[in-house]
Protein backbone atom coordinates (compact mmCIF):
# COMPACT_ATOMS: atom_id res chain seq x y z
CA UNK A 1 0.00 0.00 0.00
CA UNK A 2 1.55 3.14 -0.95
CA UNK A 3 1.92 6.44 1.26
CA UNK A 4 -0.36 8.63 -0.19
CA UNK A 5 -2.91 5.94 -0.15
CA UNK A 6 -2.63 5.83 3.56
CA UNK A 7 -2.22 9.48 4.01
CA UNK A 8 -5.71 10.29 2.34
CA UNK A 9 -7.17 7.56 4.06
CA UNK A 10 -5.94 8.70 7.77
CA UNK A 11 -7.03 12.24 6.77
CA UNK A 12 -11.18 11.32 6.03
CA UNK A 13 -11.09 8.88 9.11
CA UNK A 14 -9.97 12.24 11.17
CA UNK A 15 -12.85 13.97 8.95
CA UNK A 16 -15.41 12.01 10.09
CA UNK A 17 -14.61 10.74 13.78
CA UNK A 18 -15.41 14.08 15.49
CA UNK A 19 -18.98 14.55 14.23
CA UNK A 20 -19.40 10.81 15.36
CA UNK A 21 -17.86 11.48 18.61
CA UNK A 22 -20.14 14.31 19.48
CA UNK A 23 -23.02 12.08 18.59
CA UNK A 24 -21.93 9.12 20.95
CA UNK A 25 -21.27 11.33 23.81
CA UNK A 26 -24.93 13.01 23.50
CA UNK A 27 -26.40 9.19 23.61
CA UNK A 28 -25.00 8.21 26.14
CA UNK A 29 -26.23 11.24 28.71
CA UNK A 30 -29.45 10.82 27.68
CA UNK A 31 -30.37 13.88 26.31
CA UNK A 32 -32.51 14.11 23.26
CA UNK A 33 -30.34 16.69 21.00
CA UNK A 34 -30.63 17.55 17.71
CA UNK A 35 -27.98 16.03 15.42
CA UNK A 36 -24.77 18.34 15.34
CA UNK A 37 -24.26 20.39 12.94
CA UNK A 38 -22.01 19.31 10.10
CA UNK A 39 -18.13 20.39 11.50
CA UNK A 40 -15.06 20.72 9.75
CA UNK A 41 -12.45 18.45 9.44
CA UNK A 42 -10.12 18.57 12.51
CA UNK A 43 -6.87 20.32 12.72
CA UNK A 44 -4.16 17.46 11.32
CA UNK A 45 -1.43 16.21 13.92
CA UNK A 46 1.74 18.18 12.92
CA UNK A 47 3.56 14.51 12.23
CA UNK A 48 0.61 13.93 9.57
CA UNK A 49 1.52 16.51 6.70
CA UNK A 50 -1.18 17.93 4.51
CA UNK A 51 -2.91 15.62 1.35
CA UNK A 52 -2.21 17.91 -1.76
CA UNK A 53 -3.52 17.42 -5.30
CA UNK A 54 -0.74 15.11 -5.86
CA UNK A 55 -1.24 12.57 -2.86
CA UNK A 56 -4.61 11.98 -4.38
CA UNK A 57 -3.59 11.86 -7.51
CA UNK A 58 -1.20 8.86 -6.24
CA UNK A 59 -3.49 7.28 -4.40
CA UNK A 60 -5.61 6.91 -6.98
CA UNK A 61 -4.36 6.57 -10.32
CA UNK A 62 -6.80 7.09 -13.41
CA UNK A 63 -7.95 3.05 -14.74
CA UNK A 64 -6.95 1.99 -17.58
CA UNK A 65 -8.12 -0.89 -20.07
CA UNK A 66 -5.73 -3.26 -20.70
CA UNK A 67 -5.23 -4.15 -24.25
CA UNK A 68 -6.37 -7.38 -25.79
CA UNK A 69 -3.77 -9.27 -27.31
CA UNK A 70 -6.06 -10.77 -30.08
CA UNK A 71 -4.40 -9.37 -33.21
CA UNK A 72 -1.07 -11.57 -33.01
CA UNK A 73 0.64 -13.58 -35.89
CA UNK A 74 0.58 -17.04 -35.67
CA UNK A 75 1.62 -20.05 -37.73
CA UNK A 76 1.20 -24.04 -38.24
CA UNK A 77 2.61 -26.33 -40.16
CA UNK A 78 1.10 -29.81 -40.27
CA UNK A 79 2.58 -32.63 -42.39
CA UNK A 80 -0.59 -34.61 -41.52
CA UNK A 81 0.74 -37.78 -43.85
CA UNK A 82 4.11 -38.70 -45.40
CA UNK A 83 3.64 -42.73 -46.33
CA UNK A 84 4.41 -45.59 -48.31
CA UNK A 85 1.49 -47.27 -49.78
CA UNK A 86 1.30 -51.43 -50.48
CA UNK A 87 -1.04 -52.82 -53.42
CA UNK A 88 -1.39 -55.48 -54.44
CA UNK A 89 2.50 -56.23 -56.08
CA UNK A 90 2.62 -52.06 -56.55
CA UNK A 91 3.34 -48.93 -54.55
CA UNK A 92 4.70 -45.64 -53.95
CA UNK A 93 5.14 -42.63 -51.45
CA UNK A 94 1.98 -40.93 -50.71
CA UNK A 95 1.82 -36.97 -49.27
CA UNK A 96 -0.71 -34.76 -47.27
CA UNK A 97 -0.02 -31.39 -45.84
CA UNK A 98 -1.51 -28.31 -44.48
CA UNK A 99 -1.03 -24.82 -43.18
CA UNK A 100 -1.68 -21.14 -41.85
CA UNK A 101 -0.32 -18.11 -41.08
CA UNK A 102 -2.56 -15.62 -39.50
CA UNK A 103 -4.57 -14.07 -36.47
CA UNK A 104 -7.57 -15.37 -34.26
CA UNK A 105 -10.29 -14.09 -37.68
CA UNK A 106 -8.23 -14.03 -40.52
CA UNK A 107 -5.59 -16.51 -42.17
CA UNK A 108 -3.94 -17.31 -45.23
CA UNK A 109 -4.36 -21.35 -45.83
CA UNK A 110 -2.72 -23.99 -47.92
CA UNK A 111 -3.44 -27.57 -48.96
CA UNK A 112 -0.90 -29.90 -50.70
CA UNK A 113 -1.76 -33.61 -51.69
CA UNK A 114 -0.61 -36.40 -53.89
CA UNK A 115 0.61 -39.63 -54.48
CA UNK A 116 3.37 -41.82 -56.69
CA UNK A 117 3.49 -45.16 -58.35
CA UNK A 118 7.06 -46.22 -59.83
CA UNK A 119 8.41 -43.66 -59.43
CA UNK A 120 5.72 -41.29 -61.16
CA UNK A 121 3.47 -38.39 -59.70
CA UNK A 122 0.12 -39.82 -60.75
CA UNK A 123 -1.83 -36.86 -58.57
CA UNK A 124 -0.70 -33.69 -57.53
CA UNK A 125 -2.23 -30.47 -56.61
CA UNK A 126 -1.74 -27.39 -54.35
CA UNK A 127 -4.61 -25.19 -52.96
CA UNK A 128 -3.83 -21.26 -51.58
CA UNK A 129 -6.49 -19.36 -49.97
CA UNK A 130 -7.82 -17.53 -47.48
CA UNK A 131 -10.32 -18.38 -44.30
CA UNK A 132 -12.42 -16.43 -42.40
CA UNK A 133 -13.55 -17.63 -39.09
CA UNK A 134 -17.32 -17.36 -38.86
CA UNK A 135 -18.13 -19.20 -36.16
CA UNK A 136 -16.62 -20.99 -32.95
CA UNK A 137 -14.06 -24.27 -34.46
CA UNK A 138 -15.57 -23.17 -38.22
CA UNK A 139 -13.51 -21.01 -40.81
CA UNK A 140 -14.93 -20.05 -44.21
CA UNK A 141 -12.33 -20.52 -46.68
CA UNK A 142 -11.79 -19.13 -50.78
CA UNK A 143 -8.93 -19.44 -53.01
CA UNK A 144 -7.24 -21.32 -56.12
CA UNK A 145 -6.53 -24.91 -56.37
CA UNK A 146 -3.81 -25.92 -59.28
CA UNK A 147 -4.01 -29.80 -60.20
CA UNK A 148 -0.48 -30.35 -61.54
CA UNK A 149 -1.17 -34.33 -62.26
CA UNK A 150 -2.92 -36.41 -64.16
CA UNK A 151 -2.91 -34.83 -67.07
CA UNK A 152 -2.12 -31.14 -68.49
CA UNK A 153 -1.94 -28.09 -65.47
CA UNK A 154 -5.40 -27.37 -64.32
CA UNK A 155 -7.06 -24.07 -62.15
CA UNK A 156 -9.82 -24.55 -59.84
CA UNK A 157 -11.89 -22.01 -58.24
CA UNK A 158 -12.38 -23.37 -54.60
CA UNK A 159 -14.18 -22.30 -51.88
CA UNK A 160 -15.47 -24.53 -48.66
CA UNK A 161 -16.04 -24.71 -44.94
CA UNK A 162 -13.56 -26.48 -42.79
CA UNK A 163 -13.50 -27.03 -38.38
CA UNK A 164 -14.51 -28.87 -35.85
CA UNK A 165 -17.60 -30.72 -36.08
CA UNK A 166 -19.98 -31.58 -32.46
CA UNK A 167 -18.38 -35.15 -31.28
CA UNK A 168 -14.81 -33.74 -32.35
CA UNK A 169 -15.05 -34.51 -35.81
CA UNK A 170 -12.37 -32.66 -38.09
CA UNK A 171 -14.42 -31.81 -41.29
CA UNK A 172 -13.56 -30.10 -44.88
CA UNK A 173 -16.12 -29.34 -47.21
CA UNK A 174 -15.02 -27.80 -50.04
CA UNK A 175 -16.41 -26.77 -53.82
CA UNK A 176 -14.49 -26.34 -57.23
CA UNK A 177 -15.11 -24.51 -60.22
CA UNK A 178 -13.00 -25.07 -63.21
CA UNK A 179 -12.74 -24.56 -66.61
CA UNK A 180 -15.33 -25.14 -69.59
CA UNK A 181 -18.05 -25.35 -66.19
CA UNK A 182 -16.66 -28.38 -64.83
CA UNK A 183 -17.59 -28.93 -60.79
CA UNK A 184 -16.15 -31.10 -57.63
CA UNK A 185 -17.42 -31.53 -54.64
CA UNK A 186 -14.52 -32.90 -51.69
CA UNK A 187 -15.84 -34.00 -48.39
CA UNK A 188 -13.16 -34.70 -45.70
CA UNK A 189 -13.89 -36.43 -42.69
CA UNK A 190 -11.35 -37.73 -39.85
CA UNK A 191 -11.63 -38.63 -35.75
CA UNK A 192 -8.72 -39.31 -33.73
CA UNK A 193 -9.75 -41.92 -30.66
CA UNK A 194 -6.99 -42.31 -27.80
CA UNK A 195 -6.15 -45.08 -26.27
CA UNK A 196 -3.51 -43.59 -24.24
CA UNK A 197 -2.02 -40.37 -24.33
CA UNK A 198 0.23 -41.77 -26.95
CA UNK A 199 -1.42 -44.67 -29.27
CA UNK A 200 -4.21 -42.78 -31.25
CA UNK A 201 -6.45 -44.44 -34.04
CA UNK A 202 -7.05 -41.78 -36.40
CA UNK A 203 -10.18 -43.17 -39.13
CA UNK A 204 -10.84 -40.80 -42.19
CA UNK A 205 -13.42 -40.41 -45.24
CA UNK A 206 -13.14 -38.88 -48.32
CA UNK A 207 -15.53 -38.76 -51.24
CA UNK A 208 -15.43 -36.67 -54.14
CA UNK A 209 -18.27 -36.18 -56.69
CA UNK A 210 -17.63 -34.31 -60.20
CA UNK A 211 -20.29 -32.32 -62.40
CA UNK A 212 -18.82 -33.57 -65.69
CA UNK A 213 -16.51 -36.67 -67.05
CA UNK A 214 -13.18 -35.83 -68.02
CA UNK A 215 -12.01 -38.72 -70.03
CA UNK A 216 -8.29 -37.07 -70.21
CA UNK A 217 -7.87 -37.06 -66.48
CA UNK A 218 -10.22 -40.17 -66.25
CA UNK A 219 -12.90 -38.98 -64.18
CA UNK A 220 -16.61 -39.92 -64.83
CA UNK A 221 -19.31 -37.30 -63.52
CA UNK A 222 -20.85 -38.29 -60.29
CA UNK A 223 -20.10 -40.50 -57.34
CA UNK A 224 -16.20 -40.32 -58.68
CA UNK A 225 -14.14 -42.02 -55.80
CA UNK A 226 -14.28 -42.83 -52.05
CA UNK A 227 -11.35 -43.38 -49.70
CA UNK A 228 -11.84 -45.25 -46.44
CA UNK A 229 -8.84 -45.28 -44.14
CA UNK A 230 -8.03 -46.35 -40.44
CA UNK A 231 -3.97 -44.86 -38.70
CA UNK A 232 -3.06 -46.08 -35.50
CA UNK A 233 0.14 -43.72 -34.52
CA UNK A 234 2.62 -43.70 -31.63
CA UNK A 235 3.66 -40.03 -30.53
CA UNK A 236 7.01 -40.23 -29.91
CA UNK A 237 6.60 -36.75 -29.56
CA UNK A 238 3.93 -34.59 -29.61
CA UNK A 239 5.13 -33.11 -32.78
CA UNK A 240 6.14 -36.53 -34.28
CA UNK A 241 4.63 -39.78 -34.69
CA UNK A 242 5.20 -42.84 -36.95
CA UNK A 243 2.00 -44.69 -37.97
CA UNK A 244 0.90 -47.99 -39.44
CA UNK A 245 -2.69 -48.50 -41.71
CA UNK A 246 -4.98 -49.71 -43.80
CA UNK A 247 -6.90 -47.50 -46.22
CA UNK A 248 -9.80 -48.80 -48.90
CA UNK A 249 -10.22 -46.98 -52.67
CA UNK A 250 -12.77 -47.55 -54.66
CA UNK A 251 -13.63 -45.48 -58.11
CA UNK A 252 -17.36 -45.73 -59.04
CA UNK A 253 -19.33 -45.11 -61.98
CA UNK A 254 -17.41 -43.93 -64.89
CA UNK A 255 -14.48 -42.75 -63.43
CA UNK A 256 -14.50 -47.04 -62.72
CA UNK A 257 -14.75 -47.65 -66.70
CA UNK A 258 -12.52 -45.42 -67.34
CA UNK A 259 -9.69 -47.42 -64.77
CA UNK A 260 -10.89 -50.39 -66.00
CA UNK A 261 -10.15 -49.56 -70.06
CA UNK A 262 -6.94 -48.41 -68.81
CA UNK A 263 -5.87 -51.38 -67.18
CA UNK A 264 -5.98 -50.61 -63.93
CA UNK A 265 -7.76 -51.90 -60.73
CA UNK A 266 -10.79 -49.55 -60.11
CA UNK A 267 -10.14 -50.24 -56.04
CA UNK A 268 -8.35 -52.30 -53.15
CA UNK A 269 -6.74 -51.91 -49.40
CA UNK A 270 -3.71 -50.92 -49.05
CA UNK A 271 -1.23 -51.43 -46.29
CA UNK A 272 0.87 -47.87 -45.44
CA UNK A 273 3.86 -46.75 -43.22
CA UNK A 274 4.31 -43.25 -42.12
CA UNK A 275 4.62 -40.35 -39.88
CA UNK A 276 2.97 -37.50 -39.17
CA UNK A 277 4.78 -34.35 -38.09
CA UNK A 278 3.85 -30.78 -37.07
CA UNK A 279 5.29 -27.05 -35.72
Known amino acids: ?17 SPLTALAQSSASGAVQ ?22 RQAAFPPVTVQPIMDDEIHSLVLLDRFEWQRQSGSGGPSWEAR ?8 RFWFRTEGEADHGDVGDAEAH ?23 GSPQTW ?4 IQGLAPYWFDVEATGYVGAGGRTQFRFEAEYELLFTNRLILQPLVEVNLFGKADPARGVGAGLATTDVGFRLRYLIRR ?16 TADFARAAGENPGGARVIVGVRWWR
Open 1 to 17: MSLPFLRVAVVAALTVA
Open 34 to 55: SPPPVQTAAPLPASIPPVTPED
Open 128 to 150: VMYGRAVARWWDLVAGVRQDVRP
Open 99 to 106: GWIGGDLN
Open 239 to 254: EFAPYVGVTWNQKHFG
Open 157 to 160: VAVG
